[in-house]
């Protein structure tokens, strides 16, 4: 081998070795957050939930969600990973049930608790520090178990992802509105179901609405009780 081809190979291989370094400092970025303790999250002001069958089209709309949750360990230089957990989820009630076309009604519960928050990436600039993470869960993923009464007929409906691909939430955190916002959930669709134009394997999507977008301050989502504050250096 010729001595410039070997010092070529010799250059390449460091930067090379530099730009996996880098990727890798990167990925393992530290965290802080505060408090310690339980909180509960509920929809805000103008906000709703919308579970939506991408396959039939059917759409079906919650005013009222309620979420509790820990955050394990208060401090600074955590890991993002399981930050936070969500022990429950809710959708609807007793008084206020979520609705959907043909004057159907329901109310729904979470299903694979507990369910981690992750967090991804951060951006100081967007009103008081914006996280960008995920919300995951154990076996199907994230999921819900809706019942209710389509056309007069009381059926439910069974939603998660697969072992091989969980259903996974895409979320954002501001930390001066203290608000969490649901921007997509990932490898959703029915697992079981036997309410009429709702289907076995159909996709399905959910966010909160009004939708946000990274980059923009959140004004629609679960307000957190106890006003966590996220950030990373």
């Known amino acids: 081998m010729n001595r410039r081809l070997n010092r070529i190979l010799i250059v390449g291989g460091s930067a090379a070795a530099m730009i996996a370094l880098s990727a890798q400092a990167a990925f393992a970025s530290t965290w802080s957050i505060s408090p310690a303790g339980s909180f509960t999250a509920s929809l805000n002001s103008g906000t709703s939930t919308m579970l939506k069958d991408t396959t039939s089209g059917t759409t079906l709309t919650c005013l009222t969600a309620t ?3 820990n955050v394990p360990k208060a401090g600074s230089g955590l890991s993002g990973t399981g930050i936070a957990t969500i022990s429950s989820a809710t959708f609807g009630s007793s008084t206020k049930l979520c609705t959907g076309p043909a004057g159907s009604t329901f109310t729904a519960v979470g299903l694979n608790f507990p369910w981690k928050l992750n967090a991804a990436s951060y951006n100081a600039s967007v009103d008081g520090g914006q996280t ?24 439910s409906v069974t939603l998660g992802g697969t072992t091989s691909a969980p259903a996974k939430a895409h979320a954002l955190y501001d930390n001066n509105s203290h608000l969490l916002a649901i921007t997509s959930v990932s490898n959703l669709k029915v697992l079981a179901s036997n309410c009429p134009t709702v ?16 980059g923009t301050a959140v004004t629609h989502g679960y307000s957190v009780s106890s006003k966590i504050h996220l950030s990373s250096p």
């Not at 993470?133 to 007069?152: D, E, F, N, P, Y």
Request: aromatic fraction near 2%.
């Open 67 to 69: 979420a509790k949750g």
């Open 132 to 155: 960008t993470g995920t919300i995951t869960a154990s076996g199907t993923g994230v999921g819900g178990k809706l019942t209710g009464t389509v056309v007069g007929i009381n059926c």
């Open 199 to 214: 289907n076995v394997n159909d996709g399905a999507s959910f966010v909160t609405s009004p939708t946000s977008k990274a």
